[in-house]
Antibody, heavy 115, light 108 residues
Framework: QVQLQESGPGLIKPSETLSLTCTVS????????WSWIRQPPGKGLEWIGF???????NYNPSLKSRVTISVDASKNQFSLKLTSVTAADTAVYYC?????????WGQGTTVTVSS | EIVLTQSPGTLSLSPGERATLSCRAS???????LAWYQQKPGQAPRLLIY???NRATGLPDRFTGSGSGTDFTLTISSLEPEDFAVYYC?????????FGPGTKVDVK
């Protein structure tokens, strides 16, 4: 069955760019929407945005000026970049498949923003 | 932006009891694109219900989603020990997709 795995640095400094990759295994990245969601420590879920396999994107306006989501179908991966991070961006970051609701999730990766 | 409000914030029940969780939207959710998720500590959320009332693959039938427009409900007919968790609703009918703040179902 389809599995997702997030990867990227666990610790970054304020003002730097957060870069994460989600690798899709057990299935093709084609034909679906793929999302990023985050969860600050002890808090609820925040939708960051999604990308369609053809590259169409939709971002949360609250993050839109700092977010880029891209896809590399040849590698069955999609990626998240978040610029100018602050401590408020500290969270568990999840990638998920989005056909109709988020039906397959990665295990999540913790990103801490600290100097 | 559609704001989702979940109630109650915490629901304290015993195994075998019925749980009724509410999710109210600040405006009508297009096409009833409303999902419910379960999250246990240290785990990713798990999709339970999509399209307001459709069970995800393999979901036990003790979970039922209902509602339309602005008012949605997740019902767990008889709580099993593994059902004690936090439950989130999410609307994906209009951008930005938004989540509710969650309802924690804990053991009474």
């Amino acid at each position: 069955q389809v599995q997702l795995q997030e990867s990227g640095p666990g610790l970054i400094k304020p003002s730097e760019t957060l870069s994460l990759t989600c690798t899709v295994s057990g299935g093709s990245i084609s034909r679906y929407y793929w999302s990023w969601i985050r969860q600050p420590p002890g808090k609820g879920l925040e939708w960051i945005g999604f990308i369609y396999y053809n590259g169409d994107t939709n971002y949360n306006p609250s993050l839109k000026s700092r977010v880029t989501i891209s896809v590399d179908a040849s590698k069955n991966q999609f990626s998240l970049k978040l610029t100018s991070v602050t401590a408020a961006d500290t969270a568990v970051y999840y990638c998920a498949r989005d056909p109709h609701g988020l039906d397959v999730w990665g295990q999540g990766t913790t990103v801490t923003v600290s100097s | 932006e559609i704001v989702l409000t979940q109630s109650p914030g915490t629901l304290s029940l015993s195994p075998g009891e019925r749980a009724t969780l509410s999710c109210r939207a600040s405006q009508s959710v297009s096409s009833n694109y409303l999902a419910w998720y379960q999250q246990k500590p240290g785990q990713a959320p798990r999709l339970l219900i999509y399209g307001a009332s459709n069970r995800a693959t393999g979901l036990p039938d003790r979970f039922t989603g209902s509602g339309s427009g602005t008012d949605f409900t997740l019902t767990i007919s008889s709580l099993e020990p593994e059902d004690f968790a936090v439950y989130y609703c999410q609307q994906y009918g209009g951008s930005p997709f938004t989540f509710g703040p969650g309802t924690k179902v804990d053991v009474k």
